[in-house]
T-cell receptor, first 117, second 115 residues
């Protein structure tokens, strides 16, 4: 099956610093990638959808200047949390979409645990 | 807007027994896809089963099967012969092309399999 990696798997940073999370599709090209945020024992909340070569589309309530998304190639998307604060601590998951006949199957990365001190 | 409801926050089942997780959804679309995902303690999302709305036949994958009732907008997951490795959070999800192929997740059900 299709494999998606995320790096780093966990990161601890100081308040006010920026953190970059990478999402890679290892064995397929993903025209669309999705970024989710998940709090403990809760569901996945879609933050944004990114298409290769174009600006990301953010969900309502997600600050685009705080969560910068870049999808520079068909195998790599990055999420940068700028000026991180403790409330940004969370589990971030990416998924990469592979086109099927009539829908876009999503393959998930293993997630990144961000802790902001 | 599409919504997905999972009304069982937590469930438990004895090893080797059968358990059913409930899911209902709301949509005005006719063509869509429904999924069940498993998230074990490792937090890696794993696709368990997929159902195309235009197919009347219920999807099955080994010990996992669904009961898809399109008119009732219900999509339950049955796990037979439960195993300890089935312990996980289970999410029901909806997708359709008109919504940009984005997944809409339910709140999840924590399933604990007891020995």
């Amino acid at each position: 099956g299709a494999v998606v990696s995320q790096h780093p798997s966990r990161v601890i940073c100081k308040s006010g610093t920026s953190v970059k999370i990478e999402c890679r599709s290892l064995d397929f090209q993903a025209t669309t990638m999705f970024w989710y945020r998940q709090f403990p024992k809760q569901s996945l909340m879609l933050m944004a959808t990114s298409n290769e070569g174009s600006k990301a589309t953010y969900e309502q309530g997600v600050e685009k200047d705080k969560f910068l998304i870049n999808h520079a190639s068909l195998t790599l998307s990055t999420l940068t949390v700028t000026s991180a604060h403790p409330e940004d601590s969370s589990f971030y998951i990416c998924s990469a979409g592979q086109s099927r006949a009539s829908y876009n199957e999503q393959f998930f990365g293993p997630g990144t645990r961000l802790t902001v001190l | 807007a599409q919504t997905v409801t999972q009304s069982q926050p937590e469930m438990s089942v004895q090893e080797a027994e059968t358990v059913t997780l409930s899911c209902t959804y709301d949509t005005s679309e006719n063509n869509y896809y429904l999924f069940w995902y498993k998230q074990p303690p490792s937090r890696q999302m794993i696709l368990v089963i997929r159902q195309e709305a235009y197919k009347q036949q219920n999807a099955t994958e080994n010990r996992f099967s669904v009961n898809f009732q399109k008119a009732a907008k219900s999509f339950s997951l049955k796990i037979s012969d439960s195993q300890l490795g089935d312990t996980a959070m289970y999410f029901c999800a909806f997708m359709n092309r008109e919504y940009g192929n984005k997944l809409v997740f339910g709140a999840g059900t924590i399933l604990r399999v007891k020995s």
